[in-house]
């Protein structure tokens, strides 16, 4: 059974740092791209970051460059999400993605984990 989970998430005050974990189990994440997106009330998901299974190659949206980290565990099979210099509008729902390929786009990914929540309040 392909399965994503999600851990990590939490309150955090503004210009703290989080660190998201995303384990799959059922297939393995080299053989996939892993998106990590994140979801505010009442907005669209957005793609912020990530990484290909075959090369490990990574890719930010402008808005979380410099800010957040993704890498990757082979051996435990997990993705991690390193949040540093969190903002106000990064309370949302953090979510990872296994699909076939670098996408922001929410619709080129397969598989999803049930998400994590991160609250950015003082």
């Known amino acids: 059974q392909v399965q994503l989970v999600e851990s990590g998430g939490g309150l955090v005050q503004p210009g703290g740092s989080l660190s998201l974990s995303c384990a799959a189990s059922g297939f393995t994440l080299a053989y996939y791209v892993i998106g990590w997106f994140r979801q505010a009330p009442g907005k669209e998901r957005e793609g912020m970051s990530c990484i290909s299974g075959s090369d490990g190659s990574t890719s930010y949206a402008d808005s979380v460059k410099g800010r957040f980290t993704i890498s990757r565990d082979k051996a435990k099979n997990t993705v991690y999400l390193q949040m540093n210099s969190l903002k106000l509008e990064g309370t949302a729902d953090y979510y990872c993605?296994?699909?076939?390929?670098?996408?922001?786009?929410?619709?080129?990914?397969?598989?999803w984990g049930q998400g994590t929540q991160v609250t950015v309040s003082s």
């Open positions: 993605a296994a699909g076939g390929r670098s996408s922001w786009s929410p619709y080129e990914y397969d598989f």
